[in-house]
């Protein structure tokens, strides 16, 4: 009786397959090959590299960074003087999330219209320099405001999924 030889995947080593890439001829499985317009191939031959828009350079990251901190600590501090002015209470949860919406917005446009994980660095902690500076004026009611901002500073510049 002819003896089987079983083959996984070297990426995937729980899958069983017989499929090979059509460069290297490495053994592949579903999950791992990617269909090019000459064939499956593996993740090294097939060398897909994401699209410009998803691409940051450190120049767009340094760009970004001015300005995703200019606007959240400009901001904070006019909502800063609001709170010490008017006295309103728990302003800022709302205006902290408002500062971390705009500050998403302008991390995206002075980055060219650009999302990364990198971008999304950058808006959070532009977001929590909005908080703390709202904290010097005595507001630490915006923690919620921060978790909130600083979502929707994220969710501005997050690349899809596989990227």
Not at 111 to 125: D, H, I, M, T
Request: net charge positive; with cysteine; charged share 15%.
């Amino acid at each position: 009786m002819a003896e089987l030889h079983v083959t996984t995947c070297p990426r995937d080593p729980e899958t069983e397959t017989n499929l090979r890439c059509g460069r290297c001829n490495e053994l592949i499985c579903p999950n791992c090959l990617i269909q090019t317009d000459v064939g499956s191939r593996c993740p090294d031959c097939a060398q897909i590299k994401p699209p410009p828009m998803f691409q940051t350079s450190s120049g767009e990251l340094g760009k970004a960074a001015l300005a995703g901190v200019g606007t959240a600590v400009g901001l904070s501090l006019l909502a800063g003087a609001i709170v010490v002015f008017f006295q309103i209470p728990f302003f800022g949860i709302i205006i902290v999330g408002a500062i971390g919406w705009a500050v998403g917005e302008v991390v995206y446009r002075a980055s060219g219209y650009k999302q990364s994980k990198s971008l999304q660095w950058v808006a959070g902690l532009s977001v929590l320099s909005s908080f703390l500076v709202l904290t010097i004026f005595g507001d630490f009611t915006a923690i919620l405001g921060l978790i909130i901002g600083t979502y929707y500073a994220i969710q501005r510049v997050k690349p899809p999924r596989g990227v």
